[in-house]
C-alpha cells in the first residue's frame, strides 16, 4: 500500500509538471496553424487576381474570389449558412465579411480590403478573432461590432429578447449592469477582454429610414473605457448601422445618464453622439 502511494504520488507530481507544458505545446500548434491559414488566404488571394489577367491587381477588390478560397477551406458564413459562389465577380460591393470554421479554436475570420501604400492600392486583411491568432493587431472594434450585430438576429440572446418589444430610442449601454456582463461574455469566448479597453452603445431606431437614411440599429463602438471619464472627455468611436450596413468614423463625447430601473437612482456613463459629425469608412 505504502509503495502503490508513493508510485501514484510520483504519478501526479510529474503529471501536474508535463500537462501544462502539453497545453501550452496543443495551444501554439493551434496558434501556428491559424496563422498558417491566414498567410495561405491572403495569398491565394493574390494568385487568383493575377491569374485573372487583371491590369492593375494591387488595385482589385472582389469577394467572390475570397468566398471561393473560404469554401475551399471548408468555411461557412458567420451565421453558419453555406457560401454561395459565383462566376461574376461582386467587385466594391461588400466592405467587410466574417467566416468561421477554420479557426481550430473557433474564432472567426474577419477580411475586408484596406487602403495600401500608394494612391489607389488595396491590400486584402485577414484576421482571426481568437487571441494572439493574429501576428498584427486585431480591429477589437469591428470584432465588437459584428457580435453585437450578431446577437441583436439572434432570438435566444439576451439583447435580442430586450429589443424585441421596445420601440425606437430604446438603448442598452456597456455600463450598465445586466447586458453589459453578457457581451463580455461573447467576446471572452473568442479570446477578447473588453473589462477595461472598450465601451459600446446599441441605440434602436425605426423600420423605416430616418432622416439620415438609416434604419434598424445603431450601434457604438470605442476603444476608450468610459466608465470613469468626465462628463463631455472627447473619444474616437465607430458607429455600424444594421439596416445600411455601412460603417462611420467620428468623435462623441461622454454623458452621464441615470441608469435605468435604479432607486435610489445611480449615474452611468454613456456614448453621447448628439453633436458628432460622421465619416463614412472606406476599408
Sequence with gaps: MIE???????IGILAALTIPSLLGFIEDSYTKDCRSK????????VDAVIDKGIEEPQ???SFTIVDNIMKNYGAVNSDGSDIITGDEDETGTEKIKYYKGICPRGGEYIIYF?????EGETKISVACTYKDHSQSEKNVSLIGIHTLSQALEDKTNKIYTYFKDRG??????S???VYAPEVQKMLAEIGIDITETSSWRIYKLGDKADNNGEWGFNIFW??????????KTEFQVLKYNTGTKKYYYGTAQVRTD?????????????INVSNTKWTEVSY
Design 4 to 10: 502503490l502511494i508513493v508510485v501514484l504520488t510520483i
Design 38 to 45: 491566414i498567410s495561405d488566404v491572403e495569398r491565394l488571394y
Design 59 to 61: 488595385k482589385y477588390e
Design 114 to 118: 484596406k487602403k495600401g501604400a500608394h
Design 168 to 173: 425606437p430610442t430604446s438603448h442598452i449601454d
Design 175 to 177: 455600463t450598465g449592469t
Design 222 to 231: 470605442t476603444e476608450t473605457k468610459i466608465d470613469d471619464l468626465p462628463e
Design 258 to 270: 441615470i441608469m435605468p430601473g435604479t432607486n435610489p437612482p445611480v449615474q452611468m456613463n454613456v
